[in-house]
């Protein structure tokens, strides 16, 4: 078991730290803060941040539409969540970038308003929110089941009004849930590859993530650009790997 | 109807200020049921249902006659003996793993399982550019492997380590829980009934994982099968040759054969389809109340 991990995990792991150390610390610097690869970075993280927001906000309405109602295909709808976990993003790129173009049936609806979606930013959000959304549904929906509907309830009796209810009793215990769903959709959406790169129009500047900006270094064989950009991604995921232990870790307290 | 004059005295002063927001709910749920389906219709729905839309609206001929393509079908062939790789090495990596850190408390631990997660973490490209940077000419064993003719990178070996790599922590992350779950208690009678490491294996504990295990291996096929990222960068996505379902689709849309494209699709849109299915139904065996993330 060691043996497999270390080859698959710890060797290409440790090839690309010793291939970034190879690089002068200030030409390190430079490639990772060059125009084009700040400009990357911009695009991913605000992007990615405001796909995940957005996921975060609907993302507990469906929770919760799931956990206390009952409705026709509520089941169908529930497995149904779990579409872009088992949807090779190719597909969904595909498919998102054919929807939400001018000639597409709701970028059709969207062109004469002016608005374009696929080959844009907005597109690249969208596959974001695409591929994010179970995360944040699968973070809330098990917090939700197990929360007892007597304490809203509780609060109502005692006056509070349903704003109240929300704000000072369901939400609290619910808040942790619903950050670490945030992150972990964010950092999926960050370091996603397949669904981004066929919506967006991969113009620098404009609609260039970083994750399609590695892949064109490596398509121009330039290793060591490639890698700096890896680099600064990986420490990314692993900054947002120890964000979301900490989440869960504040979360816990609800528990006892 | 005589006494119709007493409901607004009643509610302007005897009953609790809930009246007030009973008559509420009853738009509300539906309100919210609305929103819930509106937005998963924008985001999921309707470009599901756009993927069969476009792969059949010329009929079935035209989607018969794309599956019918050589490079199609070498894609396909390529996708199945990739999975077909890829899934039991995983499979038997997760079980040595979930063996050996379940129901085990030593220093390092929640460590070593961050560690086994970190696939996930990764962004596939970086996963595939690590590949690169091992095998690739100018990387770590680039020239020994040029030295001795091997092919690695831009062939099926980079493939199947970049579809492995992806793929690695599913079945340990699923047996794992269960594992600990079930405890030791029922391995442990076993062995002080005279049984050996190997029988209690299959006669305890296989029979109490297997469902968990199954939802693993189910999870790492369709992850197999559907990788993107990684196996782009590693595998220079030549046609007929290195080109994988996912690769196929990217490049025929990039070369505006939309109707291949789409016809692959479905196919990658069937697989989704089987595994939420079944993933369903192991979820009913399991017993599972909530739904995982994964």
């Given at each position: ?68 109602y ?55 959000g ?83 993530i ?47 | ?52 839309y ?8 035209p ?22 790789i ?18 085990k ?26 590949i ?35 793929s ?17 208690s ?25 469902w ?5 291996v ?11 990222g ?12 290195t ?52």
């Open positions: 078991m060691f043996g497999y991990l270390a080859f698959m995990l710890f060797l290409p792991t440790a090839a690309m730290l010793t291939k970034s150390l190879t690089l002068k610390p200030a030409e390190f610097w430079q490639i990772a803060t060059s125009a084009i690869a700040l400009s990357t970075y911009n695009v991913t993280f605000t992007t990615s941040l405001l796909a995940a927001l957005i996921d975060g906000v609907f993302g507990v309405l469906i929770a919760w539409v799931l956990v206390r009952r409705f026709p295909f509520r089941k169908l709808i529930d497995a149904s969540i779990d579409l872009p976990f088992a949807l090779p993003t190719a597909v969904a790129g595909l498919t998102l970038a054919t929807v939400y173009s001018d000639q597409g049936w709701i970028g059709s609806l969207l062109a004469p308003l002016g608005i374009k979606i696929a080959f844009t930013r907005f597109g690249v969208l596959a974001m929110m695409f591929i994010s959304l179970p995360f944040v549904v699968r973070t809330v929906q098990p917090v939700l089941m197990q929360m007892e509907q007597e304490t809203e309830e509780a609060a109502w009796s005692l006056g509070a009004s349903p704003w109240q209810t929300f704000w000072r009793v369901l939400l609290p215990p619910l808040f942790p849930a619903i950050l670490t769903g945030i992150a972990l959709g964010f950092s999926r959406a960050v370091g996603e590859y397949g669904s981004t790169v066929i919506v967006s129009s991969n113009t620098p500047f404009k609609d260039l970083a994750p399609v900006l590695i892949f064109q270094r490596l398509e121009q064989y330039d290793y060591a650009g490639a890698t700096v950009i890896g680099m600064v991604l990986l420490m990314i995921s692993l900054f947002m790997l120890l964000v979301i232990n900490f989440i869960q870790a504040w979360g816990k307290r609800y528990d006892g | 109807m005589t006494d119709r004059g007493i409901e607004p005295v009643l509610q302007t002063s005897d009953l609790p200020p809930r009246y007030g927001t009973q008559t509420k709910e009853s738009w509300i749920p539906t309100l919210f049921i609305v929103i819930a389906l509106i937005f998963l219709a924008l985001v999921l729905y309707i470009p599901a249902i756009n993927v069969f476009e792969a059949f609206h010329k009929g079935l001929g989607f018969l006659h794309n599956l019918s393509e050589p490079n199609f079908q070498y894609a396909v062939r390529m996708t199945v003996a990739l999975a077909a890829a899934v039991p090495l995983n499979t038997i990596f997760g079980l040595c793993t979930a063996w050996a850190l379940a129901n408390h030593f220093r390092g631990r929640t460590l070593l399982l961050s560690i086994i997660d970190l696939p996930f973490a990764i962004s596939p490209v970086v996963a595939g550019l690590m690169m940077l091992l095998y690739g000419r100018q990387g770590w064993f680039g020239a020994w492997l040029i030295e001795h003719n091997i092919k690695i990178v831009f062939a099926f070996p980079a493939m199947m380590l970049a579809t492995a790599f992806v690695m922590p599913f079945v340990a992350r699923e047996v794992i829980p269960v594992l600990e779950e079930e405890g030791t029922q391995e442990e009678a076993a062995y002080t009934l005279g049984a050996t490491p190997w029988q209690t294996f299959w006669r305890v504990t296989a029979p109490n994982i297997r968990g295990l199954l939802y693993g189910l999870l790492t096929n369709a992850r197999a099968m559907g990788e993107f990684a196996v782009s960068v590693v595998s220079g996505n030549i046609m007929g040759q080109q994988s379902l996912p690769l196929f689709v990217e490049e025929a849309y990039k070369s505006y054969n939309t109707e291949a494209a789409y016809a692959a699709s479905v196919l990658l849109a069937l697989l989704a389809v089987v595994t939420l299915v079944l993933k369903e139904i192991l979820e009913r065996r399991t017993g599972r109340g909530a739904k995982k993330i994964h």
